[in-house]
């Protein structure tokens, strides 16, 4: 994981070094290191929140890990924080563009599929 994350920041290029960190935070996930999985999947998130483009599949699965592992942490009540900014976000109240996370429901955030436009399109 060390050796992906420094070569992504070799490149420079943000995507790789918010790939390298999402998926440090998925094997932190698989190890059941909450913790460390919710700080890297944070710091992912917001690599591609703000750094990025046309990443919406990438920050929906940061913002997945994230949100999973705060409750296995026992963390709730952070849980019960980032959850409604998250789906207002995915709902395109500030874009105007809907997410992938748009169909979720407030317990439901293991079981959510994108959302349809119109033209009966799948995506971002």
Same mark, same amino acid.
């Given at each position: 994981?060390? !050796?992906?994350?420094?070569? #992504? ?9 918010? +790939? $390298?960190? /999402?998926?440090?935070? *998925? ?23 703000? !750094?990025?483009?046309?990443? #919406? ?9 994230? +949100? $999973?592992? /705060?409750?296995?942490? *026992? ?50």
């Amino acid at each position: 994981m060390e !050796q992906s994350k420094a070569l #992504a920041e070799r490149t420079g290029d943000p995507h790789a070094l918010g +790939l $390298a960190t /999402l998926w440090a935070g *998925g094997a932190a996930w698989l190890r059941g290191d909450w913790k460390i999985c919710t700080d890297l999947t944070r710091q992912a998130e917001l690599i591609f929140r703000q !750094q990025c483009v046309g990443v #919406a599949n990438e920050r929906v699965t940061s913002e997945v890990f994230m +949100l $999973a592992a /705060l409750v296995w942490m *026992g963390e709730l009540h952070k849980h019960e924080e980032l959850f409604p900014q998250l789906l207002q976000e995915a709902r395109g109240a500030a874009t105007g563009t809907p997410k992938p996370l748009s169909s979720c429901s407030r317990t439901g955030i293991y079981s959510c599929s994108p959302p349809t436009s119109p033209k009966g399109r799948t995506g971002n």
